[in-house]
């Protein structure tokens, strides 16, 4: 159980940056199992023989996609939605993995046959500022576009606030930069000398 809560608390490479307790992961192991259930295929599954209880998942296999889509799909999920054709590098295990998202291959992916159980991804539209689309994995369910346009507008004025006090932290430091000058020639003349 350890290892589930530190793999999910990591604090690279994600999006969103979660820190969850152990009750929280044992909750979500537990809601994977009861999902798996239902769906007559087992997504997550307890691996007895050790000391401690783990766990492993059958994401691949239950999906029936084949590895590339596995990762993509697992890189979509940590880090968010991406650019196609964007170089994603990971590492694990001291190891740097890189992949590139093929646009053409995610295009496959979201054309998926529902008897296959529909698409896994989602093309997001432009976001305001963004030279290309963006790509969203669809395994919680359909993106709400509308939503996701508010969070660029949010997106949108933050940035703006946040040029607007980089000006101000500028104009200030500069205002500090004149006073300090101006104490020194003051101390100049007056035959002081400056700390």
Same mark, same amino acid.
């Given at each position: 159980?350890?290892?589930? &809560? !530190?793999?999910?608390?990591?604090?690279?490479? *994600?999006?969103?940056?979660?820190? #969850? !307790?152990?009750?929280?992961?044992?909750? $979500?192991?537990?809601?994977?199992?009861?999902?798996?259930?239902?769906?007559?295929?087992?997504?997550?599954?307890?691996?007895?023989?050790?000391?401690?209880? *783990?766990?492993?998942?059958?994401?691949?296999?239950?999906?029936?996609?084949?590895?590339?889509?596995?990762?993509?799909?697992?890189?979509?999920?940590?880090?968010? =939605?991406?650019?196609?054709?964007?170089?994603?590098?990971?590492? #694990?295990?001291?190891?740097?993995?890189? !992949?590139?998202?093929?646009?053409?291959?995610?295009?496959?992916?979201?054309? *998926? =046959?529902?008897?296959?159980?529909? $698409?896994?991804?989602? /093309?997001? =539209?432009?976001?305001?500022?963004?030279?290309?689309?963006?790509?969203?994995?669809?395994?919680?369910?359909? #993106?709400?576009?509308?939503?996701?346009?508010?969070?660029?507008? $949010?997106? @949108?004025?933050?940035?703006?606030?946040?040029?607007?006090?980089?000006?101000? #932290?500028?104009?200030?430091? @500069?205002?500090?930069?004149?006073?300090?000058?101006? &104490?020194?020639?003051?101390? /100049?003349?007056?035959?002081?000398?400056?700390?």
């Amino acid at each position: 159980m350890n290892a589930v &809560v !530190t793999g999910c608390n990591q604090k690279s490479s *994600r999006n969103p940056y979660m820190e #969850i !307790t152990e009750d929280e992961a044992q909750t $979500a192991l537990q809601a994977l199992k009861a999902m798996s259930v239902q769906a007559g295929q087992m997504l997550v599954r307890e691996v007895s023989g050790s000391r401690s209880m *783990r766990y492993e998942h059958n994401f691949q296999r239950c999906l029936g996609v084949p590895e590339q889509s596995a990762v993509i799909l697992g890189i979509l999920m940590l880090r968010g =939605p991406q650019t196609a054709g964007n170089c994603v590098s990971i590492q #694990i295990a001291g190891t740097s993995l890189r !992949t590139f998202l093929p646009e053409a291959f995610l295009e496959e992916v979201q054309n *998926r =046959p529902s008897e296959k159980g529909g $698409a896994l991804v989602q /093309k997001l =539209p432009r976001a305001p500022g963004a030279r290309e689309q963006r790509w969203a994995h669809l395994m919680c369910g359909e #993106i709400d576009v509308t939503e996701l346009e508010t969070v660029y507008e $949010a997106s @949108d004025l933050a940035s703006t606030e946040g040029s607007k006090i980089h000006q101000r #932290i500028s104009a200030l430091e @500069d205002e500090v930069a004149s006073l300090r000058q101006t &104490v020194l020639d003051l101390c /100049k003349d007056l035959g002081l000398t400056a700390k």
